[in-house]
Structure formats: structure tokens, C-alpha cells
């Protein structure tokens, strides 16, 4: 598979650019902080933030680019999602 080109964002120039992967007419983008799958509408570009934590990097916005399709793959390459209700990085003290 070819690499996906990053070259031009389109956003904020302070908004991070993360690869979401196509899941029917939604795209997914991971989250390491909460370490879950935000999801959005089509088409890729700059979005506000889903991230409930405060404490979260991307919790200003970040830019879309589309990296391909989400498959099985891509989701397991990303590791364990979280569950419960607390934020996974910052613990179970801070409810967010
Ligand atoms: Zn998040």
C-alpha cells in the first residue's frame, strides 16, 4: 500500500495532522491520550476536538488527512481501547 502523503495542511498551522481512515461515510482518527476512536463526518480536513478530557494534546482541534480504509488492521495496530468512563492516561482520580 502506498504511503500516504502529508505534504499540505489545510488547517491551523498549530493543528496536529492525524491520519483518518475511512469507515463507510465516516472517518476515524485514534486518540493515544483517551486511547479511543473519535469519529467524524466526511470529508477530512480541520475539525474540533472530540476529546472529553481536558487534558488532552488535541484538545485545541486537529486536521484530518485521509490515510486509507479502517480495517481490522489499522485497528489493531492501534492496541487495547479504553473502557470505563475515566480517561486511561490520566486515571481513574480525574473523571472527565
Ligand atoms: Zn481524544
Same mark, same amino acid.
Given at each position: 500500500?502506498?504511503? @500516504?502523503?502529508?505534504?499540505? @495542511?489545510?488547517g %491551523? @498551522?498549530?493543528? @496536529? #495532522? %492525524?491520519?483518518? /481512515?475511512?469507515?463507510g &461515510?465516516? +472517518?476515524? #482518527?485514534?486518540?493515544?491520550?483517551?486511547?479511543?476512536?473519535? #469519529?467524524?463526518? +466526511?470529508?477530512?480536513?480541520?475539525?474540533? &476536538?472530540?476529546?472529553?478530557?481536558? &487534558?488532552?494534546? +488535541?484538545?485545541?482541534? /486537529?486536521? %484530518?488527512?485521509?490515510? *486509507?480504509?479502517?480495517?481490522?488492521?489499522?485497528?489493531? $495496530?492501534? *492496541?487495547?481501547?479504553?473502557?470505563?468512563?475515566?480517561?486511561?492516561?490520566?486515571?481513574?482520580? $480525574?473523571?472527565?
Open positions: 500500500m502506498k504511503t @500516504p502523503a502529508f505534504a499540505e @495542511p489545510h %491551523l @498551522p498549530n493543528d @496536529p #495532522v %492525524l491520519p483518518a /481512515y475511512r469507515d &461515510s465516516t +472517518l476515524r #482518527v485514534w486518540c493515544e491520550h483517551e486511547r479511543t476512536w473519535h #469519529v467524524h463526518g +466526511l470529508p477530512a480536513g480541520p475539525r474540533a &476536538s472530540h476529546c472529553r478530557c481536558e &487534558s488532552s494534546p +488535541l484538545r485545541g482541534g /486537529y486536521d %484530518l488527512e485521509e490515510a *486509507g480504509p479502517f480495517t481490522t488492521a489499522i485497528r489493531e $495496530q492501534h *492496541g487495547r481501547e479504553r473502557r470505563g468512563s475515566h480517561c486511561p492516561t490520566c486515571g481513574p482520580r $480525574q473523571k472527565h
